[in-house]
């Protein structure tokens, strides 16, 4: 029997766990739900054009914009934040797909060992306790608690919560958030990350009580961010709200579906693999397709998955590449590299048009599609019944555009290495 080297079972390992990664804590099965409320004052006062995407203002924004800084941890995207007085810096987890912001606190039953010390609430002078008077503790049970479920049993529970978050700002100096609100954890059940920087998620999907949420008229309900490639020594860039999210001719766009919840779900009409576009059965995309930055891989719905894998693996076949089967591998389209060998397949996600955009196609090349290791490749784009994701992986080298107002995101491949802080 040949014995695996450590690093490649890692890679079978962490290539396994990018859709559902429980240290990325994919949150598209989070049992936590939000009532919904009516149209915010903020969004009455902006009006988005019909049938295109130039976004447009009828009052003067505020000249303070916060500015956070969004990183790469290997697959895993993070976003920091200070909390409280004196702050107390903490990296939580960018999460478009949750509603609540939380981080580990103390006293704490059971927390997943982190490198930054954990929130001690006692030590804020700035801190409270949720009470029910608050305009938000309608989302939270009587007990103004938060339980927040997620794939592999994953579970996350704790006290509801105000305090002062702080983050960079456009002018290079700090600005706040007062009373923000987030859950203070002290019950993280499941294989949590250890020793990470990484404290807890920040929540940004469309309900009230999360970033976006709660950030009114700084935020304009408009957002964006660029990825840099996960190979670039530029980790870090910044996450634009409001005035601060210029939008630029020839982007693309998509609106977001209607549906009951506050994920940012939008319609994939195909997808194409090294140029052709694969002839799907009918309703193989009608569970929607979400956008996920918690999720650091791709799903895609499990019938068009059996046709990107026979595609892909006619494909390597040509040049007479070893595809791994050993066990480590099951499930993965996964392969031994042959030195100088570099033609590495391309696809693109065809998204419903929205307005007067030319098209809503995300087109991922190799390097977004495959990771690798050594002399190993595997692709990072997984099956799934009924629905798709488009997770963090995929989304290198392009800027999106969240308009929440409008209802739709725009999008457009550009050098995120540039969108440094």
Not at 60 to 65: D, G, K, L
Not at 190 to 204: A, R, V
Not at 390 to 412: I, S, T
Request: proline share 6%; glycine share 8%.
């Amino acid at each position: 029997m040949v014995t695996k080297s450590p690093s490649l079972v890692l890679l079978s390992i962490l290539l396994l766990l990018l859709p559902y990664c429980h240290h990325c804590m994919v949150s598209q099965s989070i049992d936590l739900t939000l009532k919904p409320v009516q149209t915010s004052q903020t969004e009455a006062l902006m009006h988005v054009q019909e049938n295109t995407h130039t976004i447009t203002k009828d009052y003067t924004y505020p000249n303070y914009i916060i500015r956070p800084h969004i990183s790469r941890y290997g697959y895993k995207v993070l976003i920091d934040a200070s909390i409280g007085t004196p702050p107390s810096k903490k990296t939580f987890i960018f999460d478009t797909a949750s509603p609540i912001t939380w981080t580990q606190c103390t006293p704490c039953t059971k927390c997943f060992p982190q490198t930054l010390p954990l929130f001690d609430p006692k030590k804020s002078t700035t801190y409270n306790r949720m009470t029910k008077n608050h305009n938000l503790s309608d989302f939270f049970d009587d007990n103004l608690e938060y339980e927040a479920r997620y794939v592999f049993g994953h579970y996350s529970s704790g006290i509801m919560s105000l305090d002062t978050f702080t983050f960079p700002s456009h002018s290079g100096s700090p600005e706040i958030l007062r009373n923000f609100v987030f859950g203070c954890a002290n019950n993280n059940v499941g294989d949590w990350p250890e020793n990470t920087p990484i404290t807890g998620i920040m929540g940004m999907d469309r309900s009230p009580v999360s970033l976006i949420g709660q950030m009114g008229s700084r935020a304009i309900r408009r957002f964006s961010y660029c990825l840099p490639k996960i190979n670039s020594p530029v980790k870090r860039t910044v996450l634009r709200f409001g005035p601060d999210v210029k939008i630029r001719t020839g982007l693309q766009c998509t609106k977001f579906l209607k549906i009951k919840t506050n994920k940012y779900e939008v319609a994939l009409e195909g997808v194409s693999v090294l140029g052709r576009r694969l002839k799907v059965p009918k309703g193989t995309f009608s569970g929607g397709c979400q956008l996920d930055t918690g999720a650091s891989g791709s799903r895609i719905d499990s019938r068009a998955y059996k046709m990107i894998l026979d595609v892909l693996s006619n494909y390597f076949d040509k040049f007479k590449l070893k595809r791994l089967t050993d066990p480590i591998y099951e499930g993965q389209l996964c392969y031994n590299k042959k030195p100088g060998f570099n033609s590495y397949p391309n696809m693109t996600w065809h998204f419903k048009a929205s307005g007067l955009c030319k098209g809503a196609n995300v087109q991922i090349g190799g390097d977004s599609l495959l990771g690798h290791e050594g002399n190993i490749f595997c692709m990072t784009m997984y099956g799934l019944a009924n629905r798709s994701i488009l997770g963090a992986f995929q989304m290198q080298n392009y800027r999106f555009v969240y308009d929440l107002v409008g209802g739709q995101v725009l999008f457009g491949s550009e050098d995120c290495s540039k969108d440094k802080p």
